[in-house]
């Protein structure tokens, strides 16, 4: 009976985290900046690293957005670019990154592709405790 408690809470909590992923989806897409699937990054023939995302101790898995350098676009980050338990991506392009948590507190960290290491430990820190609108959004990329 336990179990099946926890799985529903589970379920629900996967839910509210969806829901949020997809407000801030919306808001890319709002703002002109577009989401889309970048072929690009996990076709690419050169120097990739490696990114882990963490939120305080916990590692962050999920609805991690890549900022592309001059908000040229935005990369919703899947499995699609991990290698085993990380992310293997092109650093040069890389402004910064944004992850929307299930409580929709919406948290990021500026990227440097000149200091970036062959394995990169990425510290997402809070900057809005929920996304209102694309001003707030554009807010958040300008402070990358």
């Known amino acids: 009976m336990a179990e099946k408690k926890k799985k529903e809470e589970q ?3 996967a839910r509210k985290a969806a829901g949020q992923y ?3 989806y919306s808001m890319f897409t709002v703002s002109n900046m577009g989401v889309y699937n970048c072929d690009r990054f996990y ?6 690293n490696n990114y882990t995302f963490r939120n305080g101790d916990d590692e962050v898995d999920n609805y991690v957005f890549a900022i592309l350098e001059d908000n ?4 919703a980050l899947s499995s ?6 990380v992310y293997s991506l092109p650093t040069a ?6 992850y929307t ?4 507190e919406i948290l990021a960290s ?3 592709a000149k200091n970036a290491n062959t394995n990169n430990d990425v510290q997402l820190t809070m900057r809005s405790k929920s996304l209102e609108d694309c001003d707030q959004l554009q807010n958040i990329i300008k402070s990358l």
Do not use: C, L, M, R
């Open 22 to 24: 997809s407000k801030t």
């Open 93 to 98: 392009e890389i402004k910064g990154f944004v």
């Open 11 to 13: 379920i629900i909590a």
């Open 101 to 104: 948590n299930p409580n929709g």
């Open 72 to 75: 040229k676009g935005v990369i």
């Open 43 to 48: 076709n690419y023939e050169g120097q990739k």
């Open 80 to 85: 699609a670019y991990k290698v085993g338990d």
């Open 110 to 112: 500026s990227h440097d």
